[in-house]
């Protein structure tokens, strides 16, 4: 059985030492879909919702989240990221939000966490501000689409 490398040699959990590995730029992308029901993605698509700019604040929500995904998921290394971009795109004919995340960073180790991070609360923003419409929302497709850097390399999400 290969080794994991959260679990020490005598099985305890522990965060993995990145002591020695050398800094190199870094970044993920990922992805988060809110499906809506037509009604409500027409008031988010207008700017009608009452709580205010559903996107705006779903955006600042995922920046602030990649910045505090270490205090979310317990063996994430505390970063100093260099940059987050959260965008979206409506899609009328679903009718969902999709949302995408970069986040990036010279480091010893990568930000996919903080990206899937990103994505995910914005999503879960997105619910908040809309749930008093549209209970019946879904957030999914929760993925991560692309990471470079590192020892790994390069991973990139086939379509389908």
């Known amino acids: 059985m290969t080794r994991l490398s959260h679990i020490d040699k005598?099985?305890?959990?522990?965060?993995?030492?990145?002591?020695?590995k050398r800094a190199t730029e870094r970044t993920a992308r990922a992805q988060a879909v809110v499906r809506m029901?037509?009604?409500?993605?027409?008031?988010?698509?207008d700017g009608k919702v009452p709580k205010g700019n559903v996107l705006e604040t779903a955006r600042i929500a995922g920046i602030m989240a990649a910045k505090?995904?270490?205090g979310l998921i317990p063996m994430c290394h505390p970063l100093n990221?260099?940059?987050?971009?959260?965008?979206f795109s409506l899609?009328?004919?679903?009718?969902?939000?999709?949302?995408?995340?970069?986040?990036?960073?010279?480091?010893q180790t990568g930000v996919e966490m903080e990206a899937l991070t990103a994505a995910a609360v914005a999503g879960l923003t997105i619910y908040d501000?809309?749930?008093?419409?549209?209970?019946?929302m879904v957030i999914s497709d929760v993925m991560l689409l692309e990471k470079t850097g590192g020892k790994s390399g390069t991973f990139r999400?086939?379509?389908?």
């Open 91 to 107: 899609l009328p004919e679903d009718p969902a939000v999709r949302i995408e995340s970069l986040v990036r960073i010279v480091h």
């Open 129 to 136: 501000m809309c749930k008093a419409m549209d209970k019946a």
């Open 10 to 20: 005598e099985g305890r959990v522990r965060m993995v030492d990145v002591t020695d």
């Open 37 to 45: 029901s037509p009604e409500t993605f027409d008031l988010l698509r």
């Open 68 to 70: 505090q995904t270490a």
């Open 81 to 87: 990221i260099t940059h987050v971009r959260i965008d």
């Open 157 to 160: 999400r086939r379509e389908g």
